[in-house]
């Protein structure tokens, strides 16, 4: 999975679409770094699973994960039904690699640290 990582060019515009529905929801919602964090490892497993590989399975969600794992795979298939379709290796890489971005820029004393990370980006310039 971490081959996407650092090599995001190709992968740039399903990292937007991922982040973008993050960001929508868990304003609406609130202190949402860690149900990302879950949404994100329940969309994990359940590909992995789709793939043969090995992984655990989450049964029930609550409401506010629920709805992040929700959006996430709307928009993947979303992008299906326009065209744009990624093999599900590449959709696990990309998840992977927010999952990743998740992990790496959350303060535990502000849990809204990486909506606010990514908030800098998807409202920059010209936008």
Do not use: W
């Not at 992968?11 to 679409?17: A, M």
């Amino acid at each position: 999975m971490k081959s996407v990582i650092g090599n995001e060019d190709p992968y740039v515009d399903v990292l937007q679409n991922i982040e973008a529905i993050i960001s929508k929801i868990c304003t609406a919602q609130g202190d949402c770094d860690q149900d990302v964090v879950v949404a994100l490892e329940y969309i994990m497993e359940m590909g992995k699973s789709q793939l043969d590989l090995p992984s655990k399975f989450l049964t029930e969600l609550p409401p506010n994960i629920l709805s992040i794992v929700d959006a996430v795979n709307d928009i993947l298939v979303s992008r299906e039904e326009m065209g744009l379709k990624e093999d599900l290796l590449t959709r696990l890489k990309c998840v992977y690699r927010v999952l990743d971005s998740v992990r790496t820029h959350h303060d535990p004393k502000d849990k809204n640290s990486y909506l606010k990370f990514i908030g800098g980006y998807l409202s920059g310039p010209g936008k």
